[in-house]
C-alpha cells in the first residue's frame, strides 16, 4: 500500500502540486473574468437607462443647481443633443440654464443657442421672440440680427427681413445682396399675374448677375421667351437643370444654335443634333447614344454650394448649410430612363 504514495520528497511530487495549483489558478480566473464581464455588462446597462431619457424640468434644475456639472459641460452636452437632431433634450437644457442663471455673463449667449436651435428646429415664431427679446437688451448683437433675419425670411415677411439689414449696415457688414435677393423674393411672393411680375423683375434686377438662379427659375417658369432674351450666356451651366426641363414649344433654337453648351445640352437630350460629342463626360455619353438610336438613359441633376461645397438633392436659393445665397450650382448625373406604359383594364 505504501508503494502507492508518492513522499513529499519525490520530484514527481513537485510536479504534481505545480499543475494542480496551475489549474485551479486557471479555473478561478476563467470563472472570474466570467463574473466580470456581467458585471460590466450589468453596470453599463444601468448607466445607460440613466440616459435612456432627460431628467424631468425639476430634476433637470436640481442637477444644474448642484454644480456637479459645469457650464460648459452642460453646454457641450445639450450640443451635442443638438447634434444627434434631438432637439427636445437640447431645448430643455438651454432652458434650464437661462432660467437658474440669470445674472451670468454668458445667459444672453446662451439665449442665442435656444433661437437658433427653435430656428433649426422650425418652431419660428418661438426663435422670433426670443432674437428680439435679445436685440432689446443687446441691439447691436450681429448674430442675433442676422438670425432673425432668416426667420422672417422663412416665414415670408421679406418687408420686415429688410427692415433687419439696416442696423447690420450700420454695423458694418456687407449687405447689398441680401437686399438685392429679399427683394426679389418678394417681389416673386407678391400677388399678381405671372407675367406682369416676370416683367418687373427684368426691369428692376434685369442688370443685376448676382442672383442669376432664382430670377432665370421665376423668367423660365412663367415668361420662357423673357428668359431667352435677358439670358446671360455664362450663366448657362448653373442652370442647365432649368433649361434641360424646358418644353420644347419654349425653346429657342437660334439662341441654342449659337452657343456651344446649349448645342451639347440639347444633343445629349435629343431635341437637336447640333453636336458630335462633349467634353463633359455626361454630355458626350448621351450624344452618343441618341446618334445610335438609343433611349436608355438620361440626366438627373444634384445641387452643389460653390461656398460650402455640400451637395444636396434638391436646387435651393439660400444654401441650408452655410446660409450662402446664390451659390448653387447644378451638377448633371448619368440615370437609367423611365419609360411608363398605360395600361387599359377595358
Given amino acids: 500500500m505504501e508503494s502507492l504514495f508518492i513522499e513529499f520528497r519525490d520530484p514527481l511530487f513537485g510536479v504534481i502540486i505545480f499543475f494542480v495549483l496551475v489549474f485551479i489558478v486557471a479555473f478561478f480566473s476563467y470563472w472570474w473574468g466570467r463574473y466580470k464581464i456581467k458585471e460590466d455588462d450589468r453596470a453599463l446597462e444601468r448607466f445607460a437607462k440613466q440616459f435612456h431619457r432627460l431628467p424631468s424640468e425639476a430634476e433637470l434644475k436640481s442637477l444644474i443647481q448642484s454644480g456637479g456639472l459645469s457650464e460648459k459641460s452642460w453646454l457641450l452636452l445639450a450640443h ?17 440654464l437661462i432660467e437658474l442663471r440669470r445674472d451670468s455673463n454668458t445667459r444672453p449667449d446662451i439665449m442665442l443657442l435656444l433661437g437658433q436651435i427653435y430656428l433649426k428646429a422650425g418652431f419660428l415664431e ?12 443687446h441691439p447691436r448683437s450681429p448674430q442675433a440680427l442676422q438670425s432673425l433675419l432668416l426667420v422672417y425670411e422663412q416665414l415670408r415677411a421679406f418687408d420686415r427681413a429688410i427692415e433687419v439689414l439696416e442696423p447690420l449696415e450700420e454695423l458694418g457688414i456687407e449687405v447689398h445682396k441680401e437686399k438685392l435677393y429679399l427683394k426679389v423674393r418678394a417681389l416673386i411672393g407678391s400677388s399678381g399675374d405671372g407675367r406682369d411680375k416676370a416683367l418687373r423683375l427684368v426691369e428692376e434686377f434685369g442688370t443685376q448677375r448676382s442672383l442669376s438662379y432664382l430670377a432665370y427659375e421665376y423668367l423660365f417658369s412663367h415668361a420662357p421667351d423673357l428668359g431667352w432674351r435677358y439670358l446671360d450666356q455664362s450663366q448657362c451651366g448653373r442652370i ?11 425653346l429657342d433654337l437660334d439662341i441654342i444654335a449659337s452657343n456651344g453648351y446649349l448645342r451639347e445640352l440639347f444633343s445629349a437630350r435629343g431635341v437637336v443634333d447640333l453636336a458630335q460629342g462633349s467634353d463633359i463626360f455626361e454630355f458626350d455619353v448621351l450624344i452618343k447614344l441618341r446618334r445610335a438610336s438609343e433611349r436608355g438613359a438620361t440626366l438627373q441633376f444634384e445641387y452643389l454650394c460653390r461656398d460650402c461645397k455640400q451637395i444636396f438633392p434638391f436646387a435651393f436659393h439660400r444654401c441650408p448649410s452655410c446660409r450662402a445665397i446664390d451659390s448653387v450650382v447644378a451638377e448633371p448625373i448619368l440615370t437609367k430612363e423611365l419609360f411608363e406604359s398605360n395600361h387599359s383594364f377595358l
Avoid at 426663435?127 to 437688451?137: G, H, M, P, T, V
Fill in 80 to 96: 451635442a443633443y443638438e447634434k444627434g437632431g434631438d432637439f427636445e433634450k437640447a431645448i430643455e437644457i438651454y432652458q434650464s
Fill in 126 to 137: 418661438r426663435s422670433k421672440e426670443i432674437f428680439l427679446q435679445i436685440l432689446q437688451a
Fill in 240 to 250: 442647365a437643370d432649368l433649361l434641360w426641363r424646358l418644353e420644347e414649344v419654349a
